[in-house]
Antibody, heavy 120, light 108 residues
Framework: EVQLVESGGGLVKPGGSLRLSCAAS????????MNWVRQAPGKGLEWVSS????????YYADSVKGRFTISRDNAKNSLYLQMNSLRAEDTAVYYC?????????????WGKGTTVTVSS | DIQMTQSPSSLSASVGDRVTITCRAS??????LNWYQQKPGKAPKLLIY???SLQSGVPSRFSGSGSGTDFTLTISSLQPEDFATYYC??????????FGPGTKVDIK
């Protein structure tokens, strides 16, 4: 079964750090680009970051640039998001999603999400 | 960056109704448009990609159309399990992978 499982969320104080992980199974992880997408409470979906299959291309939303770092370990079938200098507005459910497609790209597999709460 | 809008922001409908949701891009995105369904407390689920291609396993009552800047998601006969929030997303010019604000479909 194709699956993504996020972990690492929790409660952290403003200015603190957290590292999210996403474990992939059931597919050739090293062949796919991956995304992090977040959803603040009661809000819509916001793309956070992308990483290509070999980590050659990495992109960030302006809202997290300079504070978040995406990485992956293809040997461990794992995706990561290091979050530093966290702010209250980073409070959200964080999803990892597989980026699939050849010409037209889409996010076809999503994890269940992990919750990050930034509060004093 | 390309901006996405959706209308309506919410709608009330009955089981069996035909439902249409519109998504508009701030510039032409050809057919690089995806639709997702999200139920409360759950992850988004891909319904339609490339504007009109049905994702494997998605019921045929869902369909997508459009190109350029204007797109439509249609549910031909609304079922109880279809009450959810629907998001469009462009993949023409990335990053960022922009989502629309969502359309909530609830029970009339």
């Amino acid at each position: 079964e194709v699956q993504l499982v996020e972990s690492g969320g929790g409660l952290v104080k403003p200015g603190g750090s957290l590292r999210l992980s996403c474990a992939a199974s059931g597919f050739t992880f090293s062949s796919y680009s991956m995304n992090w997408v977040r959803q603040a409470p009661g809000k819509g979906l916001e793309w956070v970051s992308s990483i290509s299959s070999s980590s050659s291309y990495i992109y960030y939303a302006d809202s997290v640039k300079g504070r978040f770092t995406i990485s992956r370990d293809n040997a461990k079938n794992s995706l990561y998001l290091q979050m530093n200098s966290l702010r209250a507005e980073d409070t959200a459910v964080y999803y990892c999603a597989r980026r699939a497609g050849a010409r037209y790209y889409y996010m076809d597999v999503w994890g269940k999400g992990t919750t990050v709460t930034v509060s004093s | 960056d390309i901006q996405m809008t959706q209308s309506p922001s919410s709608l009330s409908a009955s089981v069996g109704d035909r439902v249409t949701i519109t998504c508009r891009a701030s510039q032409s995105i050809s057919s690089y448009l995806n639709w997702y369904q999200q139920k409360p407390g759950k992850a988004p689920k891909l319904l339609i990609y490339a504007a009109s291609s049905l994702q494997s396993g998605v019921p045929s009552r869902f369909s997508g159309s459009g190109s350029g800047t204007d797109f439509t998601l249609t549910i031909s006969s609304l079922q109880p399990e279809d009450f959810a929030t629907y998001y469009c997303q462009q993949s023409y010019s990335t990053p960022p992978e922009t989502f629309g604000p969502g359309t909530k479909v609830d029970i009339k």
